[in-house]
């Protein structure tokens, strides 16, 4: 089994920054594709950022584009740095990972098979 943990969520204002960490522990393969999906209240869990096994191929959804970043430093953790937030960004942020070697289906919640429980994001106006 392998577990993933979020961290870095919290309360900032629009226009603030937050990273969040997503690491991965357990029964785990020497690489994981990996990935960041949001969830609003009463809303679809949506895919906001992904990053593959080898780190060289990255994903964003068009609303995060020129604001967030995904990065990993080593085969089992990765980052997500949100700059210039907004309140629509609000959400709980889940990490998700991978260890099928392929780029397809990152973008999609059917593409992971390992989730974390999620860390809230607020961004007050």
């Known amino acids: 089994q392998v577990q993933l943990v979020e961290s870095g969520g919290g309360l900032v204002q629009a226009g603030g920054s937050l990273r969040l960490s997503c690491a991965a522990s357990?029964?785990?393969?020497?690489?994981?594709?990996m990935g960041w999906f949001r969830q609003a209240p009463g809303k679809e869990r949506d895919f906001v950022a992904a990053i593959s096994r080898s780190g060289g191929t990255t994903y964003y959804a068009d609303s995060v584009k020129g604001r967030f970043t995904i990065s990993r430093d080593n085969a089992k953790t990765m980052y997500l740095q949100m700059n210039s937030l907004k309140p629509e960004d609000t959400a709980v942020y889940y990490c998700a990972a991978d260890s099928r070697n392929t780029l397809v289906g990152l973008t999609t919640t059917r593409g992971y098979a390992y989730w974390g429980q999620g860390t809230q994001v607020t961004v007050s106006s």
């Open positions: 357990g029964r785990t393969s020497s690489s994981y594709a």
